[in-house]
Nanobody, 126 residues
Framework: QVQLVESGGGLVQAGDSLRVSCAAS????????VGWFRQAPGKEREFVGS????????YYADSVKGRFTISRDNAKNTVYLQMNSLKYEDTAFYRC???????????????????WGQGTQVTVSS
């Protein structure tokens, strides 16, 4: 079991960049698949991206592909979501989630992970 804590959210302008982090506590985090999800007011939660055990395997939603990058530092038990060229429509509550069984690819196809962080707000002003 892991506990996840997000940080780094905030208010930025359209076109800016922002990096949010997901710090994990618990054993064997390097064997957990991790995903980022977001939910805007009045909308359903949507998949943003996911990463496998290493930085070699990542998946992204079409809406963020080419602008967002997920990476992980297993030595620090941390997964990052680098967001570039932010748009107003990226405004949402962002949460990371992890699972030892649900693969990064499965997350991209809608299978929910097991463990969730509390989330961080990202607001992009137009």
């Amino acid at each position: 079991q892991v506990q996840l804590v997000e940080s780094g959210g905030g208010l930025v302008q359209a076109g800016d960049s922002l990096r949010v982090s997901c710090a994990a506590s618990g054993r064997s985090f390097n064997k957990y698949f991790v995903g980022w999800f977001r939910q805007a007011p009045g909308k359903e939660r949507e998949f943003v991206g996911s990463i496998g055990w290493s930085n070699a395997s990542t998946y992204y939603a079409d809406s963020v592909k080419g602008r967002f990058t997920i990476s992980r530092d297993n030595a620090k038990n941390t997964v990052y979501l680098q967001m570039n060229s932010l748009k107003y429509e990226d405004t949402a509550f962002y949460r990371c989630a992890a699972s030892p069984h649900t693969t990064a690819q499965a997350m991209a196809f809608g299978v929910p992970p097991d463990y969730w962080g509390q989330g961080t707000q990202v607001t992009v002003s137009s």
